[in-house]
């Protein structure tokens, strides 16, 4: 408001002017804050004010401060999975199934288990030529199913996953109890293999791979996955 201007501008002309418009005749410069603000100077460019400098320090420090929650949230995403490693690891070291379990979608693991044992059994029945022939095949293959429903069973507690994460695998032909005395996830590597895909893979007293996939779930992560040796 021009008129503001002049009325409110204590100045030296010589002092204040850069340059003088044409439009309103009106220098641009810096004047006391038209709205009031004790001790505020406002910048007119010829045809409007500027922001206040105390709200340009503002909207710097609210970008200041946005970029570093963005920052810090960035690096818990890309930390998270292998923050819930650490925890589920914490977790079977302590026998805290309680805590274990809220890492373990159970009806995910238990299925996928269940599909390769019996995946499993089907092969070495089928490679077997004895197996072939025998009339009594079918109910063979009845009793392995019930094998692998106790086999499932036993594995998907929470103290069967911290022995599948200490390097047991279930076999049908495994006589011992599996304590090989390893710690949960002993020498583990793990990394990305997609954007909500993350795997643990543990060697087993085999020396075969037992892979843990961990899927994202929000923010979060879960086990919903465990591929053993076949």
């Known amino acids: 408001n021009p008129a503001l201007v002049t009325a ?75 923050i819930t490693v650490y925890r589920m690891k914490s977790a079977a070291e302590n026998r805290d199934g309680e805590t274990l379990s809220e890492f373990i979608e159970f009806p995910s693991v238990r299925q996928s288990l269940k599909d390769q044992l019996n995946a499993n059994i089907a092969q070495e029945m089928a490679s077997d030529n004895e197996m072939a022939d025998n009339p009594f095949a079918a109910i063979g293959s009845a009793l392995a199913g019930t ?7 036993a594995y998907v507690t929470p103290a069967g996953i911290t022995r599948l994460m200490a390097g047991e695998s279930p076999k049908p032909d495994r006589t011992d109890s599996g304590n090989s005395g390893r710690d949960p996830f002993a020498d583990a590597s793990m990394g990305y293999q997609s954007f909500d895909k993350f795997a643990v893979t543990v060697r087993d007293d085999d020396g075969e791979d037992i892979k843990f996939v961990l899927s994202r779930r929000g923010i979060g992560w879960r086990l919903t996955d465990v591929i053993v040796p076949q």
């Open 147 to 153: 094998l692998v429903e106790k086999m499932v069973d």
């Open 8 to 82: 409110i501008a204590g100045f030296t002309p010589a002092d204040n002017v850069c340059c003088v418009t044409e439009a309103t005749g009106i220098p641009s410069g810096w004047y006391p804050d038209p709205a009031g603000a004790p001790g505020q100077m406002r910048y007119w460019n010829g045809t409007a004010w500027g922001e206040p400098p105390a709200t340009k320090r503002r909207n710097k420090l609210w970008l200041g401060i946005g970029v570093v929650v963005i920052g810090l949230l960035g690096i818990y995403l890309a930390a998270a999975p292998y």
